[in-house]
């Protein structure tokens, strides 16, 4: 098979491949990051490129997402377009994987750092004729009876000369009750882990010093597993499938972790090998898929987990380059769609221990919800679907720079765009407030119809004129094309407003099921936490009107940020919780939403875009 040379413009990058390539793999191979939601499926529509040259013909399904002027143009689908011969590919900003809004804060909670890591300082007396002990004897009898002798060989092959070079006076590490290291001089305060949130669309890191607990910095990048598919659905399929996809995913993840250490470590001024230990936390399938164990029985009805339990392994084992002796701890998974992330929420939000009736949301890629009350704690996990996170959605994007994250209408409709950029999408916290304020003015009906132009009521000529009719339906134009990025304009459809409908009405139903796990019902609230990015930004107002959270007063929901990354750091940080966060994995009643009785009643009524329970 010939080998031709593709080039993209801006990055300037280019690459041989082999004819038949796509230009998404060829992309992939110059390092260019192309935005890939559906996984290469030709579904999502986002990873647009202009091409010439040698591209083969185009495929049916880029005639459902290209005009033919945009054909003419060159448009195609990164993931159709094949290579034939040497091409040059344009690749648009919009079309690229960008950085977006993390949530970094989280709630903060007190606790006693008492973490898995210890350092000791030592000062030896040195060999003499009358205490002739070996070298390592001497450091166990300083250490003290509970420890244990390190386990490989690479710590005692320094000892003589670490001793020696020193004076005798050093500093062991202890992961656990076992050395795992002998340092010169007094080291002790240069001791850190990571806390580790491998959220299925992002993967954030806070590099922690253990002896005080403070964060020392915070790095965060998209789970470079998204290339593979965007939701769990997608990377499962990969994972059981592709003979190598696993492997793929599970490098993915690494790398990122990989990275995202070196980034914190650079920005907090330490070395990579003063990081001893890090903590994980992530849904069921991305704790599988980053420790290399292929979900197989995730994928299919009844559907199973291989390992639910917390998980110690050597970072080295993993690929993973900190100190080489590190290891890493992995929260439990509480069901085969409720993981380690929920019991990170649960530890850091303390719902385990609180009074009232308290639920908490995280309405990420996948929404999972708990309850709890007294003694009970139920979770599930709601088929809710990316539309929230951009996907799925024509002009969704994440909240990154250009996504339109607030909407208003009065006279016209106004936007508030993040970054200070030209608007290129919608991220989720739009779409919320695009579809209340659509639905307040009379453009969409609350069963979710978008209106034509004759049938809406007295409206602003500005806002009636948004509504236009094409080949595709009836779509309202939020941004014009002369307004955006791009020239492409950003615009709600009816098949949106659809899937907006599908993601939240999932939700809501499931809060509602599991309210009735504990005999109780949206009324009975007392608290309502909202964790995750989107729980920071939307605007609970939007949210409520619309029916994805139960309306509930104003002073009773809480944003809690990335909860789970603060789970994940009070295991690094404390033994105890860690063994707490054990004990809630256990405790957890794991709610199969699809089997709990009325769910799909519960569900065709949630999908109401009104407030919610309806009380009229
Ligand atoms: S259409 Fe190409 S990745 Fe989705």
Not at 460 to 465: A, S, Y
Request: glycine content about 12%.
């Amino acid at each position: 098979m010939a080998l031709f040379s593709v080039s993209f413009a801006p990055s300037g990058g280019s690459a041989e491949v082999l004819e038949g390539t796509t230009l998404l793999e060829a992309a992939g191979a110059c390092g260019i990051p192309l935005h890939s939601p559906c996984g290469g499926q030709g579904r999502c529509g986002k990873c647009a490129v202009q091409a010439a040259g040698g591209v083969d013909e185009v495929k049916p399904l880029e005639r459902a997402v290209f005009t033919e002027e945009e054909l003419a143009q060159g448009w195609r689908l990164a993931c159709q377009a094949r290579v034939v011969g040497a091409a040059q590919v344009a690749v648009p900003e919009s079309s690229l994987m960008v950085e977006h809004h993390i949530a970094v804060e989280g709630i903060e909670r007190e606790i006693t750092v008492e973490p898995n890591v210890r350092k000791i300082a030592l000062r030896l007396p040195a060999p003499t004729n009358e205490d002739p002990r070996a070298d390592l004897d001497r450091v166990m009898d300083a250490l003290g009876g509970d420890v244990r002798p390190p386990q490989r060989l690479h710590p005692l092959q320094a000892l003589p000369q670490v001793l020696r070079s020193s004076e005798f006076k050093v500093t062991g590490a202890l992961i656990g009750d076992t050395l795992v290291g002998i340092e010169p001089g007094d080291t002790s305060d240069a001791a850190y882990g990571v806390a580790i949130d491998v959220g299925t669309t992002t993967v954030v890191a806070y590099l922690c010093h253990l002896p005080s607990g403070e964060v020392a910095a915070v790095a965060s990048e998209l789970n470079h597993q998204s290339q593979y598919g965007e939701d769990v659905i997608a990377r499962l399929q990969m994972a059981v499938s592709e003979p190598e996809g696993t492997a793929l995913l599970e490098a993915a993840v690494v790398d990122g972790v990989n990275r995202l250490a070196a980034r914190a470590a650079e920005a907090a001024g330490i070395a990579l090998d003063s990081i001893y230990e890090i903590a994980v936390v992530g849904n069921t399938c991305m704790t599988h898929l980053f420790l290399g164990v292929t979900p197989t029985g995730l994928a299919s009805v009844p559907f199973v987990p291989a390992f639910q339990e917390a998980q110690t392994v050597r970072a080295a084992a993993l690929g993973i380059a900190i100190h080489p002796e590190a290891v890493v701890y992995v929260v439990p998974n509480i069901g085969s769609f409720v993981g380690a992330d929920t019991v990170g929420v649960i530890l850091a939000s303390e719902i385990d221990r609180g009074d009232g009736l308290v639920v908490a949301v995280d309405i990420g890629t996948n929404g999972e919800i708990v309850v709890a009350r007294g003694e009970d704690l139920y979770a599930c996990s709601t088929a809710a679907g990316p539309a929230f996170e951009g996907a799925r959605i024509g002009s969704g994007m994440r909240a990154a720079a250009g996504a339109i994250d607030q909407v208003a209408i009065n006279n016209d409709v106004s936007y508030h765009v993040l970054g200070d950029v030209p608007p290129r999408g919608l991220c989720g916290s739009g779409l919320v407030d695009a579809l209340a304020e659509m639905v307040g003015a009379g453009l969409v009906t609350v069963q979710g119809r978008l209106r034509r132009p004759e049938e809406v009521g007295p409206l602003p000529e500005k806002v009636r004129g948004r509504l236009i009719e094409n080949e595709g339906g009836m779509e309202f134009v939020l941004a014009r094309a002369e307004d955006a990025a791009d020239g492409r304009p950003v615009v709600l459809t009816a098949r949106d407003i659809r899937q907006a409908q599908l993601a939240k009405g999932a939700i809501y139903a499931g809060i509602v099921s599991m309210l009735e796990e504990v005999g109780a019902g949206p009324g009975d609230i007392d608290r309502l936490l909202l964790a995750g990015a989107f729980g920071n930004y939307i605007s609970r107002e939007s949210a409520v009107a619309i029916g994805l959270i139960p309306a509930v007063d104003e002073g009773r929901i809480e944003s809690v940020g990335n909860a789970a990354g603060v789970g994940a750091r009070l295991a690094l940080l404390s033994v105890a919780e860690r063994r707490r966060a054990e004990r809630i994995a256990q405790r957890v009643q794991h709610v199969e939403l699809s089997e709990s009785e009325g769910f799909y009643d519960r569900f065709a009524d949630a999908m109401m875009l009104r407030p919610l329970p309806d009380e009229g």
